[in-house]
T-cell receptor
Framework: NAGVMQNPRHLVRRRGQEARLRCSPM?????VYWYRQLPEEGLKFMVY????????ESGMPKERFSAEFPKEGPSILRIQQVVRGDSAAYFC????????????FGEGSRLTVL | SQKIEQNSEALNIQEGKTATLTCNYT??????LQWYRQDPGRGPVFLLL?????KEKRKERLKVTFDTTLKQSLFHITASQPADSATYLC???????????FGGGTRLMVKP
C-alpha cells in the first residue's frame, strides 16, 4: 500500500518562475492537506482540500499561491512568480474518508528559489 | 492569540532513561491532540492521538498525558534508545476548526 507520494522531492526555481508541487494521497484517502515548513520551524497549515473542493484555505497567502485536488489525478500546489521567501519544504498529508484525525505525510518537496 | 508551545531547546538524555517532552497550548479548545515524530529531511510520522476526554494513552514505550485544565500534554518515552533521537511535534485540532495545528517541535537526542 503506497504511502503519500510527493514530487518533485527537490525543485530549484529562479525568482519570478512558477513552482508546481504534486501530491498523490494514499489509496482510498479523500482528504488532502498542505503544510509549509521553514528551516528549524514547525509546520504551518496552508490548505485543506477534498476532491474538487477547497475546504479551508485560511493558511494560504492571498496572492501567488493556489491549490487544487481534481476529480482525477494528484493534488497540485502552485506558486506563481516565486520569491526567495518561498524557499521551504512543502509537505502534503492525507486522511481517510472518516478522517479519524491521523494524518499520513509525504516526504515533502523542497523548493529553493535562487 | 492562539499558541502551541514546545521547548525549542534540544533535550539530551542518556540511553535507558525516560524522556519527557512538554506541549502547552493557549486559547484552544482541543477536540484531540496528537504527537508526531520527524527525522531530518523526512515527513512527520504519526505516533499517538489522545482525545479531550482521555487522561492518558500508551503505546509500547510511549505514553501521552492530556490535562485540559493545565492546557498541557506530556509525551514520555521510557527506556529510551539512540534510535529515538528525532524531533517530536505535538499538534491539535480545535473544536472550532478542522485542521491540525502544529507546535514548533522539540529535538530529542539520546546518547549511548
Amino acid at each position: 500500500n503506497a504511502g503519500v507520494m510527493q514530487n518533485p522531492r527537490h525543485l530549484v526555481r529562479r525568482r519570478g518562475q512558477e513552482a508546481r508541487l504534486r501530491c498523490s494521497p494514499m489509496k482510498g484517502h479523500s482528504h488532502v492537506y498542505w503544510y509549509r515548513q521553514l528551516p528549524e520551524e514547525g509546520l504551518k497549515f496552508m490548505v485543506y482540500l477534498q476532491k474538487e473542493n477547497i475546504i479551508d484555505e485560511s493558511g494560504m497567502p492571498k496572492e501567488r499561491f493556489s491549490a487544487e485536488f481534481p476529480k482525477e489525478g494528484p493534488s497540485i500546489l502552485r506558486i506563481q512568480q516565486v520569491v526567495r521567501g518561498d524557499s521551504a519544504a512543502y509537505f502534503c498529508a492525507s486522511a481517510g474518508p472518516t478522517n479519524t484525525g491521523e494524518l499520513f505525510f509525504g516526504e515533502g518537496s523542497r523548493l529553493t528559489v535562487l | 492569540s492562539q499558541k502551541i508551545e514546545q521547548n525549542s531547546e534540544a533535550l539530551n538524555i542518556q540511553e535507558g532513561k525516560t524522556a519527557t517532552l512538554t506541549c502547552n497550548y493557549t486559547n484552544y479548545s482541543p477536540a484531540y491532540l496528537q504527537w508526531y515524530r520527524q527525522d531530518p529531511g523526512r515527513g512527520p510520522v504519526f505516533l499517538l492521538l489522545i482525545r479531550e476526554n482521555e487522561k492518558e494513552k500508551r503505546k509500547e514505550r510511549l505514553k501521552v498525558t492530556f490535562d485540559t485544565t493545565l492546557k498541557q500534554s506530556l509525551f514520555h518515552i521510557t527506556a529510551s534508545q539512540p534510535a529515538d533521537s528525532a524531533t517530536y511535534l505535538c499538534a491539535l485540532v480545535d473544536n472550532a476548526g478542522n485542521m491540525l495545528t502544529f507546535g514548533g517541535g522539540t529535538r530529542l537526542m539520546v546518547k549511548p
